[in-house]
Structures are given as structure tokens and as C-alpha cells.
């Protein structure tokens, strides 16, 4: 199931700063990976959001205290 159409991989690199690749290979992979280091703060990585449920918030021991 693929839950990013289009618009949403648009949004991801114009965020990020960077182009769409030409071919799927390892220097495209290398050029994103590296555009989205040194653009989304590694905290954000923190949220977790699906489509399910409502976002949480985790904490080195588990959900945030006070969820």
C-alpha cells in the first residue's frame, strides 16, 4: 500500500530542498538522504503519526508522561 501519492512526495522534496531524481539508484538515494539530514531536525523524529490514530509523542522510556 503506498500511503505517499504524488502532491505528497512534491511537498517531501520541495521541504527538503531537493529534486526529484532522475533514476532510483544509490547517488539519488545518497543526495536525498543528505537533504533530508540536514533539513528535518532530528527531533521531529520523536512524533509519530498514521493514519489510524492520533499522534504520540515518545520519550527515551516510552510514551511521553502525559499521554
Do not use: C, K, W
Not at 6 to 18: F, K, Q, S
Not at 23 to 29: I, N, Q, S
Not at 36 to 64: K, M, N, W, Y
Amino acid at each position: 500500500m503506498n500511503l505517499m501519492n504524488e502532491a505528497h512526495v512534491d511537498a517531501y522534496l520541495a521541504r527538503i530542498g531537493a529534486v526529484r531524481p532522475d533514476r532510483p539508484d544509490v547517488e539519488a538515494l545518497r543526495v536525498l538522504q543528505r537533504a533530508h539530514l540536514t533539513t528535518v531536525p532530528f527531533e521531529s523524529g520523536q512524533f509519530h503519526i498514521t493514519l489510524d490514530r492520533a499522534p504520540t509523542v515518545t520519550t527515551p522510556h516510552g510514551r511521553h508522561p502525559s499521554a
